[in-house]
């Protein structure tokens, strides 16, 4: 008997996509008895779910646009400006295709309120983490509702246990499917020069984010050192949203937008919405990252390199620098400052780190060359609704 395994891809922005696509694309291919549905919210999203999955795999799919009336739509627009009500109206509108399928693939957990709505009469519920960071949101008690979990690597499922989210029979250790989607060998240039690449790339939350407090001194610095190139690519949402709210903080701040001084200095290159955000050409040319709470370090770390985390909130009292464990694959600052004291040493401290950071990379990402993390997800997937 067929089985119809739903990718929801509920965002939007297109930045969780290449998490779960792959898989859909080798389930499509050679599953027989599964039927593969790619649910999108906005059609930016699905164009880049199709790019992602084999052409020869898309007849073989049920592709599903999660529409809203236009009246609704545009009421609900300008709230979603501050929270996120498309995504929520959007699962809503459509509980009869929840209804039709076994198990519903997502990255993140706004689809447990198809969950809670349906009860037994729903699907199943898988869950493909967007990243594979150490922040207590990568551990929320919610997560305890989704029925299998596929993870980076043996770091999470230690978490996920540890936090009481799940046990290890539930879990399944995959790699990271985004990596598949990349050539490691291929490191894009984005300037005319051999001068080191340093890559910001600070988070959206209005309380973890360096962006609001640090990010116009860190451009500054290097609008004044023209030895250095940078590229500044923030987490997509951060530019999504002129005023940001962190419910787990319970704080907002207004985003300070980017003067014309640093757009038109050419040892600067600023992105704040375009592809390269979505598929690690960043990640994969720049010599140094500079950052705070994204996970995008661990696809960063994929060739390894000097690494500085910015905190806004200053020291811990207990003097800990490492709030996150992703923390101890560099140097913690705190100010521009700092920041700047460092950088003219970076080698060696990309250096005084590689062991470390070998360490948790294999510890975060179960990476196994010549072995797509997308084939294990698609075997683990087509076993659990098998029963197998």
């Known amino acids: 008997m067929t089985k119809r395994i739903l990718f929801l891809f509920n965002h939007d922005a297109a930045h969780q996509a290449a998490h779960i696509a792959g898989i859909a694309g080798e389930l499509a291919l050679h599953a027989p008895t599964v039927q593969v549905v790619v649910a999108c919210g906005v059609e930016a999203i699905r164009h880049k779910v199709a790019e992602i999955i084999p052409a020869a795999a898309h007849d073989r799919i049920e592709w599903r646009m999660l529409d809203l009336p236009t009246a609704e739509q545009r009421l609900l627009a300008p709230i979603n400006k501050v929270a996120p009500v498309l995504r929520v109206a959007r699962l809503y509108r459509h509980l009869d295709l ?3 399928v076994d198990l519903v693939v997502s990255t993140e957990r706004t689809c447990l309120r198809v969950r809670r709505r349906l009860g037994a009469a729903g699907p199943r519920f ?3 983490p967007h990243g594979s960071g ?3 949101v990568a551990y929320h008690p919610e997560l305890a509702q989704f029925d299998l979990m596929l993870l980076s690597g043996p770091k999470l499922v ?3 246990v ?9 879990c399944r250790v995959i790699g990271y499917p985004k990596f598949d989607t990349i050539d490691p060998a291929v490191r894009k240039r984005f300037f005319d020069n051999d001068r080191p690449v340093f890559l910001y790339n600070p988070h959206f939350d209005p309380h973890l984010s360096s962006w609001y407090g640090m990010g116009e001194a860190v451009m500054d610095f290097f609008l004044a050192h023209r030895d250095y190139n940078l590229i ?4 997509v949402m951060l530019f999504r949203k002129r005023l940001h709210y962190s419910l787990e903080y319970r704080t907002a701040k207004l985003r300070p937008d980017i003067a014309d001084r640093f757009r038109a200095a050419d040892n600067i290159l600023i992105d704040v919405d375009g592809p390269n ?3 690690m050409s960043y990640t994969m040319a720049a010599d140094v990252y500079i950052g ?3 996970s995008q370090v661990y696809e960063f770390l994929l060739h390894r390199g000097a690494c500085y985390f910015l905190d806004p909130n200053g020291k811990p009292a207990d003097g800990v620098a490492e709030r996150y464990e992703f923390w101890r694959n560099g140097e913690v600052l705190y100010g521009p400052a700092e920041l700047a004291e460092r950088i003219p040493h970076w080698r060696e401290s990309a250096a005084l780190h590689r062991a470390e950071q070998d360490r948790l990379f294999a510890y975060t990402m179960d990476h196994r060359a010549g072995e797509a993390s997308v084939a294990r997800g698609a075997a683990a997937l087509e076993a659990f609704v098998e029963g197998r």
């Open 232 to 235: 500044v690519a923030p987490h």
């Open 126 to 128: 898988a869950y493909v």
């Open 162 to 170: 540890r936090h009481g989210i799940t046990t290890a029979d539930k």
């Open 158 to 160: 230690d978490e996920m």
């Open 292 to 294: 705070d709470v994204s």
């Open 134 to 136: 150490d922040r207590s």
């Open 277 to 279: 955000l979505f598929d």
């Open 98 to 100: 929840f209804r039709s």
